[in-house]
């Protein structure tokens, strides 16, 4: 598609249980983003994909969380057990390399999936 | 630490007065710079970047920065703040060819 797409756009669950979410990312796009905002903060970075680099992970707040990316493709967050501070908008996006190596930084970001824990 | 601040949390303005937003870096090296815009409802949409070249960026919806080495600032100004330009600002950077690094945010009210 045209541009990154993200699925379920929003997913209510109850306390303990496992969510995935997904991110298409816009194709040719190297680098993968996913960002966690919660309701009138900032942006808060998880996890970075770039090419065929390991991710870095330094963001994720703890070891229920999680990140797969397919080459450089589709990306699935996981978040197990989760819990009621999980609840918020997350985002993903992506972004092209510069011809000289390194990121442009211009993020195209999707609709975000908006989880709600019980 | 590498960082970015963005000093403000919070600022009300009437519709038609000049705006300026602060943000401040703490990085060795010049990175890139980013604004980006999260009007309500509705997703993060980048206003202006700078790489390189000429220090004073223009961007969408009327708004520039510029880029002081200086004081390590890239700070977002407007003219005339219209109402539809309520919204959540972020400034980012990308530190050399890291990843991006948001700031905390500005959100702006306009008065009519």
Known sequence: GAGVSQSPSNKVTEKGKDVELRCDPISGHTALYWYRQRLGQGLEFLIYFQGNSAPDKSGLPSDRFS?????ESVSTLTIQRTQQEDSA?????????????GNTGELFFGEGSRLTVL | AQSVTQPDIHITVSEGASLELRCNYSYG????????VQSPGQGLQLLL??????????????FEAEFKRSQSSFNL??????????????????PATDKLIFGTGTRLQVFP
């Open chain 1, 67 to 71: 990140a797969e990316r397919t080459g």
């Open chain 1, 89 to 101: 908008v997350y985002l993903c996006a992506s972004s092209s390399r510069l011809s000289g190596g």
């Open chain 2, 29 to 36: 090296a010049t990175p890139y710079l980013f604004w980006y």
């Open chain 2, 49 to 62: 970047k700078y790489f390189s070249g000429d220090t004073l960026v223009q961007g969408i919806k009327g």
């Open chain 2, 77 to 94: 100004r407007k003219p005339s703040v219209h109402w539809s330009d309520a919204a959540e600002y972020f400034c980012a950077v990308v």
